[in-house]
């Protein structure tokens, strides 16, 4: 088998991007959640005397409200 290589310009990727890669990217993108997260508090200290311990703070079922990722542009590195 041998390997080819094509080179393709700035209107060609923006093409192929737009076409073939952004449409899906968003879509995915759309659906993101935040993760859960579990997040420990240490004690709380005044004076020497313990205010408060073993706060445990759960975050879940997050949401990204107003979320709604938009293509706006591709670019290619000079490396290719």
Same mark, same amino acid.
Request: aromatic share 8%; glycine share 6%; charged share 20%.
């Given at each position: 088998?041998?390997?080819?290589?094509?080179?393709?310009?700035?209107?060609?990727?923006?093409?192929? /991007?737009?076409?073939?890669? =952004?449409?899906?990217?968003?879509?995915? $993108?759309?659906?993101?959640? %935040?993760?859960?997260?579990? +997040? &420990?508090?240490?004690?709380?200290?005044?004076?020497?005397?313990?205010? /408060?311990?073993?706060?445990? =703070?759960?975050?879940?079922?997050?949401? $990204?409200?107003?979320?709604? %990722?938009?293509?706006?542009? +591709? &670019?290619?590195?000079?490396?290719?």
């Amino acid at each position: 088998m041998q390997a080819i290589t094509i080179a393709i310009g700035k209107t060609g990727v923006d093409f192929f /991007a737009r076409e073939l890669v =952004i449409k899906e990217l968003v879509k995915i $993108l759309s659906g993101l959640t %935040p993760p859960d997260r579990t +997040i &420990s508090v240490p004690e709380f200290f005044y004076d020497s005397v313990i205010e /408060a311990t073993n706060i445990i =703070i759960n975050l879940t079922q997050g949401k $990204l409200l107003d979320f709604s %990722p938009q293509f706006q542009s +591709i &670019s290619q590195q000079s490396n290719g």
